[in-house]
């Protein structure tokens, strides 16, 4: 079992910057794919990004260059910074845990991921 609890979220002008994190514990979380998902209001939930055990990192196209996934595997913690909100931007964004084989047929899919976080809400006002 791997144990997942997300920080950092809260409300930012557009423009602005937030970092989450997310803290792991259980299994070894250096094995582990770690990522982020996000659902809005109304709307499915879909990848953000991703970082493989290697540090291979992935992005969703509306995220590239804004945000930056990195992961230390010392103190098990997972992080998202995020530069240059947007309005679309607002969700509860999940932090994420999977051991699957690498490749985006399988990072954007959320039943590859077994282990889960509560969320944290970012709000980006206009």
């Known amino acids: 079992q791997v144990q997942l609890a997300e920080s950092g979220g809260g409300l930012v002008q557009a423009g602005g910057s937030l970092r989450l994190s997310c803290a792991a514990s259980?299994?070894?979380?250096?094995?582990?794919?770690m990522g982020w998902f996000r659902q809005a209001p109304g709307k499915e939930r879909e990848f953000v990004s991703v970082?493989?055990?290697?540090?291979?990192?992935t992005y969703t196209d509306s995220v590239k260059g804004r945000f930056t996934i990195s992961r230390d595997n010392v103190k098990n913690t997972l992080y998202l910074q995020m530069n240059s909100l947007k309005p679309e931007d607002t969700a509860v964004y999940y932090c994420?845990?999977?051991?699957?084989?690498?490749?985006?047929?399988?990072?954007?899919?959320?039943?590859?991921?077994?282990?889960w976080g509560q969320g944290t809400q970012v709000t980006v006002s206009s």
């Open positions: 970082i493989s055990w290697d540090r291979l990192s």
């Open positions: 259980g299994r070894p979380f250096s094995t582990y794919t």
């Open positions: 994420v845990a999977g051991n699957f084989a690498s490749g985006p047929e399988n990072y954007y899919n959320a039943q590859k991921y077994d282990y």
